[in-house]
């Protein structure tokens, strides 16, 4: 008898994207009977065919807000079109949508992680779906004709925000200073980032460096306080030589918050000449943005950190060679921090929704997500949090083999006792 365990196939091939170590092994159900059962406060690793919708569960009481996040990973040899990506959905028992988004490839037709969020909200503004009970969380595969058929790995996460003690206010912003700031100037300072949300690179206000590879999606975080409200550049160095080719899209940054859900994203073109991209000026963090019709202010809704994304396109190397191009991030959080909302109860994880004076010493000393080293400059570690994160990912295969030699034993030991009987 052999059995298999989901992901064991590709252990043998470097995931793009750096999945939480604890993360808890699920399969999507085709149908909501069935369905697994997600809990808030945890991370799930998973999949997702072709044109394929899956269901998840969720019990939910009548107080707090939930959000689900869905991470698709394309292969990095993946075919991915424009239009191609994913959606998720939270819906109550009777098929009613609470809420949904989507996450799609756009002109620069690069695989990448790329996410997509979904929230069952019990305040004001939710006009159904707050009473407790059985939820739903859909998760589907948008495809386009020309993308490749192999199945994407997934990462979900649940998190909760629980109930404010008085009721907070329900009007979001008319107005904000969204001129665009000076960029930081000054020495940068090297960061390697990481690979994805659980090993991102944490970064405060100022200049950092890095190198990114043709194909490479580097992942970064910023801790941003309520009322504080952050701003971010990337600039793409000179190539030394190659062709002339106008790339579209070659360079793509995006920003999402504490939850995962996209609050902006930004790219730029590249012909070998030194390009910068920038995020729009958002609105400072507030609850109360929660309420806005405008994306861009709905995505500051919540304090914590707050994640980077940075992508170079493969078709960078076809005119430019397969060689790492110099990085430059420009990092401002303005503000002064404000006291948040009164909440009632703790969130799912602890401290989601704060910035604590752990997680500024994170941001000064350059820790990763998992608690790893500042990635600065020196050969000590060579590729800094990447290569912590890859062996990280021997490990927790090592791990797994473990866990399914003995389980195989166990059925072997079983079938033999009761043939004996």
Known sequence: MVLALPGAAAADTPSPYAFADRAVLVEGAKSSTGSTRLSPGSTYKSSLARGGKVYYQLQLDARETVYVSATAVP????????????????????????????????????????????????GPAGNRCKAAGTYYVV???NTRPGSSTETWDTELRVVSEPGVAKSASTTPPDTWNSASPTPPAGERRERRGGTGFNDARALRTGVWGDRIEPGQTLYYRVPVDWGQQISASAELGSASGGGDEYIPAALVMSLSNPVRA?????DTAY??????????PGAPVAYENRYSPIDGVTGTRVAGWYYLAVHLAPKVAEQFGEGPLDLTLRVSVDGTAK?????????????????T??????????ETAAGGDSGEGGSGDGDGGRDSGAMKVVAAGGFGAGTLLLMILGVWALVGRRRAA
Not at 94 to 100: L, M, P, Q, T
Not at 262 to 266: G, P, W
Request: glycine share 10%; with cysteine; charged share 30%.
């Open 339 to 355: 006291e948040g909302p009164a909440y009632v109860g703790a969130a799912r994880p602890a401290d989601q929704f704060s910035v």
């Open 262 to 266: 996209r609050v902006d994203e930004a």
């Open 75 to 122: 292969g990095p040899d993946s075919r991915v079109v424009y239009g191609d990506g994913v959606e998720v959905s939270l819906q109550d028992a009777n098929g009613n949508n609470c809420n949904s988004s989507d996450a799609r490839f756009g002109t620069s037709q690069s695989p990448r992680p790329i996410t997509a969020w979904a929230v069952r909200e019990t």
């Open 357 to 366: 004076g752990q997680d500024e010493d994170a941001a000064e000393r350059g």
């Open 271 to 280: 012909d070998g000449k030194q390009k910068t991209t920038a995020l729009d």
């Open 139 to 141: 998760v589907e595969r």
